[in-house]
């Protein structure tokens, strides 16, 4: 019944999230998404989606009519209002409307028209799509089975542990519950994209926010590999060389903690991950409206600039990055800069340029409108938004004061000086970077494949160039001109991630592991697409498909051949299931505001806007005290934990041989490490009850192991002696080896007073 219960939820945040994210817009903006291409469609709705919720969500905020029913009459009501358009009437269809609403048709005549039309409507959609699908029939399946494949290895681990994976997901859970409470930035400001969409997929469909925090990573990691799909189509000439590069990604391991933190985060609710696939639709539409830019056409005539439906998405993608999180934004100029650079005749003349420009600067005021509005209202900054700000800037807050200048050396030696220092800083980023995060053995593998392929290009365009010199020949004069570029991205990305002396931390490293690995991918995946763009001359091109479908299976098969398979992610583990379940099963079935949760903070945020909550540390403290102490609801529930949990173990998942192995442990320190279905947690105790507590804030009374046993002694203690002094009234509503739930009843107008020693 479990398994159930979280598989019903899990179905639910994934229909409501295609529902919002790509059903509603392709109903809404149907006219301008006719006769677009599949790519267009998906990055239409990815952004402009994700814009629009936050824009809608904010503003009404800051209007004051932010409210779960106000969302719902926008969203549902601009539907209807598309769908109505659409319907043409006539007198004949009004009359039949009339009789309807009179009630002359009845139910069942309603329902048979209904059924008419729906089998009509979705006989045309199949043929329609059926249409689109089948001349790239191969490339579908290919990318649906690496897309569920993704979709399980990131879900998984919310089947096995019912708990938010990172600690920060307690802090976007409370800021959602300010937007359910009608606040904008509960928390100060800060981008609030994943905040106002996941907002949205409760007041639409009432899904749980905790539900969607659950489960969210592990679908809109489909969202980032698609957009990867999208980019490397681009920057190759193959069409199935891209999923070469994403069969790896899903299925290598990582040889550092740094790498295996990084992947992790892909599973875990959190803004930067949920807005990492806009680098690489940023870079995209870049290279598209450089490459094609049209002029305007205004008025039957077209203007003097260049502007085209590239750069719209350009700008949305820029936009939607700016509203998710400023890594991400960080890594979208990274990325582009690189791009541009091979680009820069035509990104500098004045008439892309100028378009250019009004798309970045509108698109940056439509995103820090909501946030100037709030700070205009006295809404302060949340804490890290100074950091951040700085960082956009070019200035890191916590870099040392720069070395004093010193006289330059003379001429003479000045190309030496700087050649030398060029090959101390490739040095310096090949030790501290590359050897950092593949290891050794495979940071050399990874550092000499990238110079080969760019050595590699160099050969094959200075081959193209003599050809098309000496020959008439003119095909492939655009061929691998993206190849350049993304060996840089895939360098600068790379000593990022620990700057050299000298430069800004722009990102901490640790985040960029993941898109490091799909850039350097991409650039080890170049030769090969030489290789099948040369045999495409010469071969049928079905069996190059069938060829390029057998090596995506054959990747997997040999890194399971060779143990280089990945291994289970993790979670940092702050609860036990059955205290997630019993919260749910409280919350589902008792009145609302009927009962208090006694535990630690980690229930505080599933039972908002359900019951109360108070913290196990103020109960022990304000129970052991003589002042009289009581609780104002119907039902008290007690949360011990038997067994006290390491608060924020790295948890690492269990399960089939071939979704991953069991392997990343090992990378981690011992002590605070453990493999489902083990869990590294001590034994309350008497002499633990009788002990004192030892904290400087509360947060380590829950977070320390020694703390955390003494306070669940303690309040183990208290149950005993309550359950002494009222023999009848405290039962156990679960109970198993490693946690307790007691509860007991009491009369609103006779509350117990439950300061006992």
């Given amino acids: 019944m479990i398994a159930i219960h979280w598989m019903l939820e899990y179905a639910a945040v994934l229909c409501g999230y295609v529902f919002l994210l790509f059903i509603w817009p392709s109903i809404v903006f149907r006219n301008h998404l006719a006769g677009k291409s599949k790519a267009y469609w998906f990055c239409f709705c990815v952004t402009v989606q994700i814009v629009l919720a936050n824009l809608v969500v904010l503003t009404f905020g800051l209007i004051h009519i932010l409210h779960r029913w106000t969302i719902f009459a926008f969203f549902f009501g601009t539907l209807l209002a598309a769908v109505l358009r659409k319907i043409e009437f006539n007198a004949e269809k009004i009359e039949k409307l009339r009789h309807l609403v009179n009630g002359a048709y009845g139910v069942k005549w309603f329902l048979f028209q209904a059924v008419i039309f729906v089998r009509t409507h979705l006989k045309k959609q199949r043929l329609k799509i059926w249409g689109m699908v089948y001349p790239h029939l191969g490339e579908y399946l290919v990318l649906s089975v690496l897309v569920v494949f993704a979709m399980i290895y990131f879900s998984y681990g919310a089947f096995q542990d019912y708990s938010y994976g990172f600690g920060d997901a307690y802090v976007h859970h409370s800021w959602i519950s300010g937007l359910m409470e009608g606040k904008i930035f509960s928390g100060g400001i800060y981008p609030e994209a994943m905040h106002c969409f996941i907002y949205c997929l409760y007041a639409l469909f009432g899904i749980k926010v905790y539900s969607s925090l659950l489960f969210f990573g592990g679908i809109h990691v489909v969202i980032l590999l698609v957009s990867v799909y999208c980019l490397l189509r681009e920057v190759f000439h193959w069409r199935y060389t891209p999923f070469f590069v994403l069969v790896i990604f899903l299925t290598i391991d990582s040889l550092c903690v740094d790498a295996v933190y990084s992947m992790s ?27 094609n830019a049209n002029h305007i056409v205004y008025k039957g005539k077209p203007s003097k600039l260049y502007w085209d439906e590239n750069l719209f998405l350009f700008a949305m993608a820029f936009i939607a990055s ?26 500098f003349y004045y008439k892309r340029l100028v378009p250019l420009a009004v798309a970045v600067l509108c698109g940056l005021a439509v995103a820090v409108f909501p946030m100037a509005g709030a700070f205009a209202s006295g809404i302060p900054f949340e804490k890290s938004i100074g950091w951040a700000l700085g960082v956009m800037n070019g200035a890191d807050p916590e870099a040392p004061e720069p070395p004093p200048q010193i006289e330059p050396p003379p001429a003479k030696d000045e190309d030496g000086s700087m050649a030398g220092a060029f090959m101390e800083g490739l040095s310096q980023v090949y030790e501290d970077n590359y050897q950092v995060v593949y290891g050794v053995e495979r940071g050399k593998w990874v550092a000499a494949l990238t110079a080969f392929a760019l050595l590699l290009w160099l050969i094959v365009r200075f081959a193209m160039a003599l050809l098309r010199r000496y020959s008439k020949l003119k095909a492939g004069q655009n061929c691998f001109y993206a190849y350049l570029p993304m060996i840089l991205a895939a360098f600068l990305f790379m000593a990022a991630y620990a700057a050299p002396a000298g430069f800004p931390q722009l990102i901490a490293g640790a985040r960029l592991c993941s898109t490091e690995q799909i850039l350097n991918l991409a650039v080890i995946m170049m030769p090969v697409d030489m290789v099948f763009s040369a045999l495409a001359l010469c071969c049928r091109k079905r069996i190059l498909q069938a060829a390029s479908i057998i090596a995506v299976a054959g990747i997997y098969v040999a890194e399971m051949a060779l143990g280089v398979y990945h291994g289970y992610l993790y979670m940092e583990l702050s609860q036990y299931n059955s205290a997630v379940m019993v919260t749910n099963s409280i919350t589902r079935t008792l009145p609302k505001d009927s009962y208090t949760i006694v535990s630690p903070t980690d229930q505080l945020y599933a039972v908002l806007g359900y019951g109360r909550h108070e913290g196990l540390l103020d109960f022990v403290e304000k129970s052991s005290n003589d002042i009289e102490y009581t609780l104002p609801t119907k039902y008290i529930f007690l949360y011990i934990e038997k067994r006290p949990i390491h608060y924020a173990q790295s948890h690492f998942f269990a399960g089939p041989c071939w979704l991953a192995a069991e ?23 008497g002499d633990a009850a009788s002990a004192g507590l030892d904290y400087e804030n509360p947060w380590h009374a829950y977070a320390k192991l020694e703390n955390r046993t003494i306070l669940e002694s303690k309040a183990y203690e208290w149950c005993e002696s309550f359950s002494a002094l009222y023999p009848q009234e405290l039962k156990a509503y679960y109970e198993d080896d490693d946690f307790v739930c007691y509860y007991f009843e009491q009369e609103p107008n006779a509350l117990y007073n439950l300061a006992i020693k």
Wanted: contains cysteine; positive net charge; hydrophobic residues 50%.
């Fill in 265 to 291: 985060r892909l599973q875990w609710p959190l803004p930067q991950e949920f807005g990492l696939f806009t680098p690489f639709l940023c870079a995209l539409f870049l290279i598209r409206y450089l490459k």
């Fill in 663 to 685: 392997k990343y442990p090992a990378f981690f320190p011992a002590d605070n490490t453990s493999q489902c279905p083990e869990i590294r947690a001590a034994r309350i105790s």
């Fill in 322 to 347: 700016v509203v998710t999180h400023f890594y991400t934004t960080i890594m979208a100029f990274l990325l582009c800069i690189c791009f541009a650079l091979f680009f820069i005749r035509k990104a």
